[in-house]
């Protein structure tokens, strides 16, 4: 499906030419290995992961690396962007495959009547417009099942800026914060950073954060 509305002007820019042009950008073996090594950092403390959600998977190289550390893992992917999702389509089930932006979706029911065990974006949310990110964390948080991993450009204060000349198209803040401080029940298990001098597995000075969903009404 190709959508051709959009509530704001960050979803049309990546639904359109310059989404396309991304997918050249990222697609090799490095990124692969570096992804492979991210992931296994990342999550480390989350033990066996079964089935996870990524929202904006582009053609799915974190999804790939993931399947390379969890073989038996089932997956599900949110694009907007509809040469995207026709490569993801390639390799995964279409029904695992939610050609949609993230705001058009309702969470449970992207992936039956069970949730996913890890919910994941990686240089995503800092590309949502930032009036609709509260819409976007109430989503993250009622698709997973345990695990939400929040992989962005981190800072202390909400900033924008320009990306490949672009204005609004790029936030940094603290994303993982915003989502603690409104939702309780989300523990932090661990964080960190990885360089883009890396000198064998680099990413984009990606901060992670991996958090845990905690039962809202445990029993006593």
Not at 25 to 44: E, K, Y
Not at 179 to 185: A, D, S
């Amino acid at each position: 499906m190709k959508h051709e509305m959009y509530r704001t002007e960050q979803e049309a820019f990546w639904a359109g030419t310059f989404g396309d042009q991304y997918i050249a950008r990222n697609q090799n073996a490095q990124l692969l290995a570096s992804n492979i090594a991210f992931f296994s950092r990342a999550l480390a403390r989350a033990g066996k992961i079964d089935s996870c959600l990524e929202v904006g998977a582009n053609v799915g190289m974190n999804l790939r690396a993931l399947k390379w550390l969890y073989p038996s893992q089932e997956q599900y992917a949110v694009e907007i962007n509809h040469a995207a999702a026709a490569e993801l389509r390639k390799w995964l089930p279409d029904t695992s495959v939610l050609e949609h932006s993230i705001l058009d979706l309702d969470f449970p029911g992207a992936t039956g009547d069970a949730c996913c065990d890890l919910v994941f974006t990686k240089g995503v949310l800092i590309h949502i417009n930032p009036d609709y990110l509260e819409n976007v964390y109430e989503k993250l948080c009622s698709a997973t099942g345990r695990y939400v991993l929040l992989c962005e450009y981190y800072n202390p204060v909400p900033v924008s800026v320009d990306y490949r000349g672009h204005a609004q198209r790029l936030y940094k803040r603290d994303f993982a914060g915003e989502m603690m401080e409104r939702y309780p029940f989300l523990e932090l298990l661990d964080y960190g950073f990885v360089y883009r001098r890396d000198r064998a597995f680099p990413q984009d000075d990606i901060t992670w954060f991996l958090m845990e969903k905690k039962a809202v009404d445990a029993p006593r």
